[in-house]
C-alpha cells in the first residue's frame, strides 16, 4: 500500500536547526492531511504540526514560530523546518498522513530521532 519514508533527525546543539523529510509513496490517490508527532522517553505522543491539503497549517503552541511545516505535493513530500531548538524538543519525531487509495487510511512513518543537546 503506502509508505512514509523519513529522514533529516540527528544530533543539533541548542539554538540550531534540523529539516526533516517524510516522503509518500505508493498508489496514491488524494493526500489530504500530513501531520508530525513527536514522543520524548515516558510521555504521550504529541501533535506538533499539521498542514492541509490545501496548505492550511497548525502548530502545538510549544513550536509556533520556530517550526514551519510545507508541503512538496509534486513528491508527496511533508517538511518540518525546526528552528532554534531547544532541549525539550528532544524526542522521537512520527510523519503521519491520512490518504485515499482506494479507500481512506492513516498511515505512519517508522520514526525518527531528534536530540537537542550540547
Known amino acids: 500500500q503506502v509508505q512514509l519514508v523519513e529522514s533529516g533527525g540527528g544530533l543539533v546543539q541548542p539554538g540550531g536547526s534540523l529539516r526533516l523529510s517524510c516522503a509518500a509513496s505508493?498508489?496514491?490517490?488524494?493526500?489530504?492531511?500530513m501531520a508530525w508527532y513527536r514522543q520524548a522517553p515516558g510521555k504521550q505522543r504529541e501533535l506538533v504540526a499539521v498542514?492541509?491539503?490545501?496548505?492550511?497549517?497548525s502548530y502545538a503552541d510549544s513550536v509556533k514560530g520556530r517550526f514551519t511545516i510545507s508541503r512538496e505535493n509534486a513528491k508527496n513530500t511533508v517538511l518540518l523546518q525546526m528552528n532554534s531548538l531547544k532541549p525539550e524538543d528532544t524526542a522521537v519525531y512520527f510523519c503521519?498522513?491520512?490518504?485515499?487509495?482506494?479507500?481512506?487510511?492513516?498511515?505512519w512513518g517508522q520514526g525518527t530521532q531528534v536530540t537537542v543537546s550540547s
Open positions: 503521519h498522513a491520512v490518504i485515499k487509495t482506494t479507500a481512506l487510511a492513516n498511515y
Open positions: 498542514i492541509s491539503s490545501g496548505g492550511t497549517t
Open positions: 505508493g498508489d496514491i490517490f488524494t493526500i489530504y492531511v
